[in-house]
C-alpha cells in the first residue's frame, strides 16, 4: 500500500503508533526490541481485550455495539477467535489489513517463530501452520453482547455469540467496506 493509498486514520487511532503510516493494533506482538509485527497477536492482550470488552485495535473500552471480524468456521461456532472492534476502528482495520481488506489471498509462506522466540505467547500462526494457505472469506458480526468461554478446539479464550446477541452478519466487502458503516452505503446499495 503507497501513501496515498493509506487509508484515513480515525480520530479514535490518533493515539496508537504507526509503522509504515498503518496503525498498531493494540492486540499486536511487539518485540524486545521495540519491533511491531503486524499479524503476530499477543496472547496475553487479545484475552485482555476479551474479558474487559475493550477494542482490539485501538484498547479502548467497547461501547453498546461493536463489530467482530469472524471467517466462516467461526460462524459455524458462533466464537469469535479474537476481540471486538468499535465500527470506527473495524472500519480501519478492513482498509488497513490486507487480510481483511482481499490484498492477501493466501497467507504467508512462512512462520515466524523464531522471531517471537522468549516474547510469550504468539497467536495468529506464527509457526506457520496455515502457511501457503487460502485465506479464508470474513464478515462483519455486528453484536451487543457476548460471553467469554474457553474455545474446546483451541482451548484459548474466545468470545461466544448467542443468536439474540448479534444484530447482523454481512460479508467483509473488499470492492467498497462503506457497506459495511451504518448510514453509508455502497454506491447502488441501501443497509436494511
Known amino acids: 500500500m503507497s501513501s496515498p493509498d493509506l487509508p484515513p486514520i480515525p480520530v479514535r487511532l490518533h493515539d496508537r503508533p504507526l509503522l509504515a503510516g498503518l496503525v498498531v493494533p493494540w492486540i499486536t506482538v511487539q518485540t524486545p526490541d521495540g519491533r511491531y509485527r503486524f499479524g503476530a497477536v499477543d496472547a496475553n492482550r487479545a484475552a485482555k481485550a476479551l474479558h474487559r470488552r475493550w477494542c482490539q485495535i485501538c484498547g479502548q473500552p467497547l461501547e453498546a455495539r461493536?463489530?467482530?471480524?469472524?471467517?466462516?468456521?467461526d460462524l459455524d461456532r458462533n466464537l469469535a477467535a479474537e476481540a471486538a472492534m468499535h465500527p470506527e476502528c473495524f472500519h480501519y482495520s478492513i482498509t488497513?489489513?490486507?487480510m481483511l481488506a482481499g490484498?492477501?489471498?493466501?497467507?504467508?509462506?512462512?512462520?515466524?517463530?523464531q522471531l517471537f522466540a522468549g516474547i510469550g505467547d504468539?497467536?495468529?500462526?506464527?509457526?506457520?501452520?496455515?502457511?501457503?494457505?487460502?485465506?479464508?472469506?470474513?464478515?462483519?458480526?455486528?453484536?451487543r453482547d457476548y460471553t467469554v468461554i474457553t474455545d474446546p478446539v483451541t482451548d484459548l479464550p474466545a468470545a461466544l455469540l448467542l443468536p439474540d446477541q448479534i444484530l447482523r452478519v454481512?460479508?467483509?466487502?473488499?470492492t467498497d467496506s462503506r457497506a459495511l458503516i451504518p448510514g453509508l452505503s455502497a454506491p447502488g446499495q441501501s443497509i436494511h
Open 66 to 73: 461493536f463489530v467482530f471480524a469472524m471467517r466462516d468456521r
Open 96 to 98: 488497513a489489513c490486507p
Open 103 to 113: 490484498r492477501m489471498d493466501h497467507y504467508r509462506l512462512i512462520g515466524n517463530g
Open 122 to 143: 504468539v497467536l495468529g500462526d506464527p509457526d506457520g501452520r496455515r502457511a501457503g494457505q487460502a485465506a479464508e472469506p470474513w464478515h462483519a458480526v455486528w453484536a
Open 170 to 174: 454481512r460479508p467483509i466487502a473488499h
